[in-house]
């Protein structure tokens, strides 16, 4: 034990005293928070207090003498500074304290100065002549727990699913030739199909287990194998067999689902235009009914009117065809019709031209097509009817007489679709924080030119900032996708207008995220994350077709808008006048946050790591661009100009507002989701992991919510304080977090990673 002339009560302060004066952190700002933590510090004397307020007087420091003999007992207690600690600084001082008779118990209002303050260890390790222990993680929390909290619903289909990707014929290689690209994805679904994964969704009656959320997860997985391969099986069994399950009736159910899950049948999904692209309802083939053969004729009328970028065109031997209907010349709209295309030995059918897509940036094991119909004739009962048929006298039939819901209607039954590709492009981007956080924890460059070994890229604040906030990200949207599918199952006992509003904005947000995920990775790995052998490359060239797939995202965020503008306005017509009060007593709380000096420049972690404050914040952003984009529509038509055109004019703001709804919904069903957590460090994990997510979406648009004057300037550069400083507490764990993600170790298959 060493002798000092400082009190017990003053010993843990003395290192946190040398670091600020060393590196000259005190504004004034952080005086308070220093003062603020050592005045309701319980375990200090009067006398105590005194001299930690003297030493942060600014006018007059304490003397270069006083700052050495800190230095000097600092050294002389011999005491070692881990850097993985959650609190290094805090946990050091203890040890510096207990080691000259100091109690050496953990201080709250110590780790209160280190969070506050954002003090980090590659800020200050370089101070300390002691040594400093690099620990590449922490194993405070184990990977494959986190796991099992993620995935509890689907653990015992997970872990009998992840055994059967152990088969050779699933592991991943090089192949540039597309002809062996596709040849060697064909094989791996049809080894799939004949162990009923593909059917998992399907009525038990035809080889399934009604499971859509376990098929969800199953399309999530393959991700890690091949991008290709999920692709492929997302057209088969959820896009083909789900148009057979979802549009048609029990004739057509017993014909082909069945040998659809098998993979005896394969199929393709015929919708979108080479010149029409995301207008689906002004699609122009056609199909036509003549009474007197009871068939249908499908048709491309013109050369742009073909089909584009059909999956699965190449291998398969039927289509779900969109075309407009026409009965007795009247158009009823576009309606599904299953057109056989090749015969058994895999020969075009009369009619039916089809064309390779060739190449492409990515996918290249998908065998995408385009496809013209020349008269091709089939039988009327090739109508998927479900909502809407031709009966026995050639009248037209359907439920659902208005023309628009009937349209929508059917194309919300294919919505799961789009869940499943923010799912495939959430898995995309895993794999490669995995793959990167993994190098960042074992490659070494840079040093001090003192130290011999060189620091790991994971200690490097800039890198922590690239890469810890979008696994964060990466956790919060795994949570939201998996309650968006649950709400999607049971669909019919909700609102399915509102469901496809959430998914719209959500399919859009989360392969938005991971385009940019998987691009910051690229450059995260340098020169080894260009390497194929990586898989960041095909990762990177395979999701990027996610943000226009399944809906174009910037479609799909005016959508989103438009859905949140028309529950606005039914809101208010429903409500009268008592909607009108509420909406106008939400504005003045709003209007009363933003001109509350105590609420606009609040900055203590208490606050900001709060998750009530992220979720006003999220919503206040989605409530102001929602009212001021209706306002703007309104004022618009009122001068006369037609709707479609008011919409128009507002465009940028409408896709803003699909943003905005999705932030909150997102923050909103992730901490639904941790409240009901039990308690405990999982619970304490998860919510740092939403603060830093939450933190991160309101510091991108910190200059929206300063122009509104919701936060000031110091109340921004808090916030960008705070996603370093979380980023950095979360540091330690960052290889459970991503372990935690459960991609099999055979999958993980980048030499980098290892």
């Not at 696994?471 to 909700?494: C, P």
């Amino acid at each position: 034990m060493g002798t000092t002339t400082y009190s017990e009560g003053l010993l843990p302060y003395i290192p946190f005293y040398y670091v600020i004066w060393s590196d000259d952190l005190l504004s004034a700002s952080e005086v308070q928070v220093v003062r603020q933590a050592f005045e309701s510090d319980e375990s200090l004397s009067d006398d105590d207090k005194t001299i930690l307020g003297s030493w942060l007087d600014k006018e007059n420091p304490p003397k270069d003498g006083e700052i050495k003999k800190w230095q000097q007992l600092i050294t002389e207690s011999h005491v070692t500074l881990i850097e993985s600690e959650i609190y290094p600084l805090e946990t050091f001082s203890q040890k510096v304290a207990q080691f000259y008779g100091g109690h050496g118990k953990p201080n709250e209002q110590l780790q209160e100065i280190e969070r506050n303050l954002g003090i980090q260890p590659n800020h200050y390790n370089h101070l300390f002549n002691v040594e400093v222990v690099h620990q590449p993680f922490s194993n405070h929390y184990d990977g494959s727990k986190i796991d099992i909290l993620l995935n509890a619903a689907y653990e015992n289909e997970l872990k009998v699913f992840r055994e059967f990707l152990e088969q050779p014929i699933f592991k991943w290689e090089i192949l540039r030739d597309k002809e062996e690209a596709r040849s060697k994805v064909l094989e791996q679904l049809k080894v799939l199909s004949s162990h009923g994964w593909g059917a998992l969704a399907y009525p038990r009656a035809y080889g399934g287990k009604e499971n859509i959320e376990s098929y969800a997860t199953i399309f999530e997985h393959l991700m890690y194998v091949d991008g290709s391969l999920a692709v492929k099986f997302g057209v088969q069994f959820g896009l083909f067999g789900g148009s057979v399950h979802h549009l048609g009736s029990k004739k057509h159910h017993d014909l082909y689902l069945e040998d659809t899950g098998s993979g005896k049948l394969l199929g393709c999904f015929a919708m979108t235009e080479t010149g029409h692209g995301s207008n689906v309802r002004g699609i122009k083939t056609t199909a036509t009914y003549v009474h007197g053969d009871r068939a249908l004729v499908i048709h491309t009328p013109g050369k742009n009117d073909n089909k584009e970028y059909i999956g699965n065109a190449l291998h398969a031997t039927m289509a779900t065809v969109f075309a407009q209907l026409i009965v007795a010349g009247k158009t009823m709209g576009v309606h599904a019709v299953l057109v056989p295309l090749r015969n058994d030995n895999h020969e075009l059918l009369e009619g039916i031209h089809i064309d390779d897509n060739g190449h492409k940036l990515g996918l290249n094991g998908v065998d995408n097509g385009k496809i013209w119909f020349n008269q091709a004739k089939v039988p009327v009962e090739n109508l998927l009817d479900r909502y809407g048929s031709i009966d026995q006298n050639g009248k037209y039939r359907s439920e659902i007489k208005n023309a628009n819901k009937r349209f929508f209607t059917m194309l919300g039954t294919l919505v799961g679709g789009r869940i499943c590709v923010a799912k495939g492009a959430l898995a995309g981007s895993k794999m490669a924080l995995t793959i990167t956080t993994k190098y960042a924890l074992k490659r070494r460059q840079f040093n001090d030119n003192i130290k011999i070994q060189e620091d790991l890229l994971i200690d490097y604040p800039s890198h922590q900032l690239r890469l810890i906030p979008k696994v964060a990200s990466a956790y919060v949207y795994h949570i939201v996708l998996q309650r968006a599918m649950q709400d999607y199952a049971q669909s019919e006992h909700k609102d399915k207008r509102k469901i496809e509003t959430q998914v719209a904005g959500l399919k859009a947000t989360v392969t938005h995220f991971s385009t940019e995920t998987i691009q910051e990775c690229r450059e995260a790995c340098g020169g080894k994350g260009y390497l194929l052998e990586n898989r960041i490359a095909d990762l990177k060239n395979d999701t990027d077709i996610f943000t226009t797939f399944e809906g174009d995202n910037t479609v799909l965020l005016q959508l989103c808008a438009k859905g949140v503008l028309s529950d606005f306005k039914s809101e208010l017509n429903s409500g009268g006048f008592v909607s009108v009060l509420k909406l106008l007593g939400t504005r003045i709380s709003d209007r009363f946050a933003t001109i509350n000096p105590a609420y606009v420049n609040k900055v203590d972690s208490t606050h900001l790591y709060n998750h009530k404050f992220h979720l006003h914040a999220l919503d206040f952003r989605l409530r102001r661009l929602t009212y001021t984009a209706a306002m703007r529509i309104r004022n618009y038509i009122k001068k006369g100009m037609p709707s479609y055109q008011a919409f128009l004019k507002v465009q940028t703001h409408l896709i803003e507002l699909g943003r905005a709804y999705s932030d909150a919904l997102a923050m909103k069903w992730y901490y639904d989701f941790v409240v009901k957590m039990d308690d405990g460090d999982h619970k304490e994990l998860m919510y740092q992991l939403g603060a830093l997510h939450g933190l991160s979406i309101i510091r991108k648009n910190a200059s929206w919510y300063l122009e509104q004057g919701y936060f000031g300037s110091t109340k921004s550069k808090a916030i960008r304080q705070r996603v370093e400083r979380l980023s950095t507490e979360l540091r330690p764990h960052i290889n459970a977090l991503v372990e935690g993600f459960g991609i099999p170790d055979q999958l993980l298959t980048a030499p980098i990673a290892d």
